[in-house]
């Protein structure tokens, strides 16, 4: 059979990724690249494997909203329908009051994600078939299909539920207008688990980042199995599961000891080129000046002439057109409430969101409202581009992915969580306050865990999986969900998949089809 292949992934490599063109690759046009004459050299199977990490990064977008939109992060303030800056939410909202149907799904089209995961089915296919890659890259490029085949499908378990399995090599899959049932969650799980050892046996003992960490890794694998054992040891799977997830943390921190906390909490996110992959990375999404932008600013920041009209008040001055040129619509501002969640003497609270004020008078600002400040990007001839990694794992995540294990295990979870805290707070640190567990919250050591995650990782689309790898308790506790709405848990299937794919039924609880 004759696969016809997706090529938007070769265009993104060979326009953008690779920086550079082979004159001695003889390809057809575009659009009639198929077996025939590909997979033929090692360069193609290269330029394959860049391929689906730029396919990757056009998830990235769909990885935030599915990871914490509908979490406790965001909202508009208490009486007010739009935002502080005068934007309208435009449907935004419903993500987090909780109001999805099949019309206004949120995310459709199970996020798009089956897009890359034909290609990494064609890819695992081909090179299990080809003699033309040495075995080293094979290995490692086997190591990246499983891991990033594993993640797409973890992410759709957690969000939807049942869906459709795929693993087999064919033409092309559009999960909207395919005649397939839906897979029961417990195979989807069992293919994450079996996907992640795929992985982590074709890495073998290779523990090398390429492409400055923007590739997928063993690491990588390795944080994503802590995630999978932790969501079971929270469910059924208790201890075993949990000792489980630390043995892979472990194993990325005795393996590679070079990974560490940066000294600044600010420094793991500077948009320069020489702070790309820097030594908290894990694994980040790339972005760099003049190749690709984060997809953001139409949802998390506020218009530069409306922002204009209100104050900083940690620089006592009014936001200045030239240098708060932020440039978006706001459609998902940070909740007030948020933000004042933080200890002013904690670092992170500062960096990663921004208050608006209303003009002081006899010297109190009156806060307006808060957005995202975590991605400041860098300015190009008076233009903010948006140039800042996205980071999928960090070192800091590992830290407090043990204490999460270590809480489930009975252990003492502090040493992982202070250095998450001492970092955060720096000169103003003081163990005996700020410390585990001398804060108010840390009687509840889950709740301690969680909220440190708040603090470390928002804007990095954790929040509402983090609820959700908890318990449904913690989703009750912490959101607008309620008890009685439990199917709220999982989201809608949008009406055009259901349409397409008449296989497929809507998710409990909401509207049938």
């Known amino acids: 059979m004759k696969h016809s292949i997706n090529y938007f992934l070769m265009m993104a490599v060979l326009v953008g990724i690779l920086g550079s063109c082979n004159d001695e690759l003889d390809l057809k046009p575009i659009s009639s690249i198929s077996d025939a004459n590909y997979w033929q050299t090692p360069d193609q199977f290269d330029a394959f494997v860049s391929g689906i990490h730029a396919r990757f990064r056009s998830h990235v977008g769909v990885l935030q909203y599915l990871g914490e939109m509908r979490s406790d ?81 973890f992410q759709m378990v957690r969000t939807w539920g049942d869906v459709v399995i795929q693993t087999e090599p064919i033409a092309s899959f559009d999960i909207s207008n395919l005649s397939k049932d839906a897979a029961p ?35 990588a694998t390795q944080m994503l199995k802590a995630e999978f054992y932790l969501w079971s040891a929270n469910r059924a799977g208790g201890t075993a599961d949990a000792t489980t997830a630390l043995t892979a943390l472990n194993d990325i921190q005795t393996n590679i000891p070079a990974l560490a906390l940066r000294p600044t909490f600010s420094s793991v996110f500077a948009a320069g080129a020489a702070n790309k992959g820097n030594s908290e990375i894990i ?75 209303t003009s002081p008078s006899a010297g109190t600002f009156v806060m307006a409202g808060c957005f995202v400040k975590k991605y400041e990007g ?13 980071p999928i794992y960090r070192f800091a995540d590992l830290l ?34 700020h410390g585990y567990p001398n804060q108010a919250i840390d009687a509840t050591p889950k709740d301690a865990i969680l909220q440190e995650r708040l603090y470390e990782f928002v804007f990095e689309g954790k929040r509402w999986l983090d609820l959700r790898r ?34 497929l039924k809507q998710n409990p609880g909401y509207p049938s089809f």
């Open 378 to 390: 860098e300015q190009e001839a008076g233009v903010r581009r948006f140039t800042n990694d996205y």
């Open 73 to 153: 992060i965001y909202g508009t303030e208490p009486g007010s329908a739009g935002t502080f800056s005068g934007e309208a939410t435009q449907g935004v909202e419903r993500l987090w009051l909780q109001t999805l149907d099949m019309d206004n799904p949120g995310v459709s089209n199970f996020g798009g994600f089956y897009s890359n995961i034909v290609q990494l089915n064609l890819l695992i296919d081909k090179l299990n078939n080809s003699t033309i890659v040495t075995t080293a890259n094979k290995n490692y490029y086997l190591g990246i299909a499983y891991g990033m085949r594993a993640f797409y499908y």
């Open 185 to 219: 969650a417990a195979d989807v799980l069992n293919l994450v688990k079996a996907d992640i050892e795929s992985s982590l046996s074709s890495f073998g003992s290779d523990y090398s980042f390429r492409t400055s960490k923007s590739y997928w890794s063993k690491a």
């Open 470 to 503: 908890f318990g449904d308790q913690f989703v009750y506790k912490y959101t607008s969900v309620l008890p009685a709405e439990s199917y709220k848990l999982l989201w809608p299937i949008d009406r055009n998949s259901l349409t397409n794919n008449r296989a």
């Open 283 to 357: 694994l980040s999404v790339r972005y760099l000046l003049n190749e690709s932008t984060m997809p953001f600013a139409g949802t998390f920041f506020p218009q530069t002439a409306l922002l204009a009209n209100y104050y900083d008040s940690v620089g006592n001055r009014k936001f200045d057109v030239a240098k708060d040129n932020w440039g978006g619509l706001l459609r998902a501002p940070v909740k007030s409430s948020t933000f004042r969640k933080f200890n002013d003497l904690d670092s992170r609270k500062w960096f990663s969101i921004q208050g608006a004020y």
């Open 400 to 433: 407090l992915l043990k204490a999460e294990a270590k809480v489930i295990l009975g252990q003492d979870p502090a040493a992982e969580i202070n250095l998450v805290r001492a970092r955060a707070f720096g000169a103003n640190y003081n163990a005996s306050v």
